[in-house]
């Protein structure tokens, strides 16, 4: 009764003949080697593992493979098109919301589908829809200013504040 | 290896239920607990895509709610909004977006947890659980006769929750309460629904239902009676509090205490009943 399965991941055609309860995590990190999504938890409370699911956010460590079939998956490593940084990606780096990195490719997929939804999400906004992933570096403030820089709403005013070019 | 079925309508999905198959929604629940134990099923079957378990509609009078139907769904959608928001309030309280995207009614349901959300929001809707299985039909539990004990529901192995049925009638009042250690992400401490119709300045119909201070969600029949044909304010507010308090009987454990369970469920009621006063 179980056929292969068969999905996208980033564009991409993928065909998977193991086991159907096996987590999409582990299918991407491990057969597809797309290790940018983490398992911070595996308990889908930390949002390390974040991939977007026919363009929503779900914790791929909580998603079986075989209700994969037939659907979009899109990694980190699918947001931008290309070797550079998307506008999300560079402003991260720039605004200072990357510390360890541990978070930061849930963080960015996160908020490319807040993005997708609303392109000028207030901090309320954020606070509601990005709360699913966790930050133990940055207290959040200097990612809440790299979404307000990707979005036009705030000035990049550089990671230092001593004068220091950026 | 697991056998997956993959069905395309109820009948067949019942079959295969029949047949010794584990149901799967959104799997928050089944694949934590699977990581953790190591726990290989023999065969399950995939409940999230049959189209009599998805939709939002009012039908007879009654809201009803796909089993499938995820937590992001009911948050968003406009007839959720108007005749149960209370329901959407809560739906948009668990997990957080990754979870509310593949978290679903039926699941919480089942999973029946002490702790979960939206179980108080059902009960104080006066809701109906429609089930079914292949050999028994179709088949209406109320929500009141749902939860049998800790982990236990009136669920037979060979069903699945079909859909929520959930009686429209005017409930000006509803409001959804939730502590937890965080605003997002969190289980429970206390976590309660009130629902009241209003006739004058009095309330009609209290529904108090709470969570999280009990092996099951539980209606404050007590404390509901105190309410019911009074009006909101300062008095009903301090009365209903100690009401709730005394009639609760909360455990202490990883979570919380009991004492604190017990002082936080006084202060929600007092407060909800203090926002009620005047025109709802």
């Known amino acids: 009764m179980t056929d292969a399965i068969s999905f996208r991941v980033n564009g991409d055609h993928v065909s998977w003949d193991g086991g159907p309860m096996a987590r999409l995590l582990d299918v991407l990190r491990e057969d597809l080697r797309l290790t940018g999504s983490k398992e911070g938890c595996g308990e889908g409370e930390c949002g390390a593992c974040t991939v977007l699911l026919d363009g929503q956010p779900v914790c791929a460590c909580l998603v079986p493979v075989f209700q994969v079939d037939g659907r979009e998956v899109v990694t980190v490593e699918g947001l931008a098109d ?54 133990r570096c940055t ?18 005013e550089g990671a230092h504040d001593d004068g220091r070019a950026s | 290896m697991t056998v ?64 499938a139907s995820t937590f992001f769904t009911i948050r968003e959608d406009p007839l959720v909004q108007e005749h149960a928001p209370v329901l959407a309030d809560a739906a948009a309280t668990i997990g957080a977006w990754q979870m509310q ?126 309410c019911d044909g009074r009006a909101p304010g300062p008095a009903l507010a301090e009365e209903a509090g100690r009401a709730a308090e005394a009639e609760i009987e909360p455990i202490g454990d990883v979570r919380s205490t009991a004492d604190y369970r017990r002082w936080v469920t006084r202060r929600l009621v007092r407060r909800l009943l203090l926002e009620a006063e005047g025109a709802p």
């Open chain 2, 101 to 226: 995207s593949r978290a679903t009614l039926g699941g919480n349901i089942a999973n029946a947890s002490p702790a979960g959300d939206s179980l108080p929001v059902l009960l104080a809707l006066d809701a109906e659980v429609v089930l079914a299985s292949r050999d028994g039909g179709e088949r209406v539990v109320p929500y009141v006769d749902m939860h049998l004990g800790y982990r236990r529901t009136a669920r037979r192995p060979e069903e699945l929750i079909v859909k929520v049925r959930i009686p429209i009638r005017p409930r000006p009042h509803q409001a959804f309460r939730k502590v937890g250690t965080r605003e997002a992400q969190a289980i429970s401490k206390v976590v309660l629904a009130f629902c009241a119709g209003r006739d004058g300045d009095s309330l009609t119909d209290v529904r108090l239902a709470v969570g999280s201070v009990a092996a099951t969600p539980v209606r404050l029949r007590e404390t509901e009676a105190l």
């Open chain 1, 139 to 156: 207290g959040y403030e200097r990612i809440f200013r790299a979404v307000e820089v990707a979005t036009g709403q705030r000035i990049h």
């Open chain 2, 4 to 67: 997956a079925h993959r069905p395309t309508g109820l009948s067949d999905a019942l079959e295969a239920v029949a047949a010794g198959a584990l149901p799967v929604a959104g799997g928050t629940d089944l694949l934590v607990e699977d990581h953790a134990t190591g726990r290989v099923h023999d065969a399950v079957v995939d409940v999230l895509r049959l189209p009599e378990l998805r939709g939002i509609r009012v039908e007879d009078d009654a809201l009803e709610v796909g089993a």
């Open chain 1, 82 to 135: 290309g070797p550079e940084l998307d506008a999300v990606e560079r402003a991260f780096v720039d605004e200072g919301g990357v510390q360890c990195g541990a978070c930061t490719p849930g963080m960015v997929v996160n908020i490319r589908a807040l993005l997708e939804r609303n392109p000028k999400p207030t901090r309320a906004d954020v606070r509601d829809l990005v709360s699913g992933t966790l930050c």
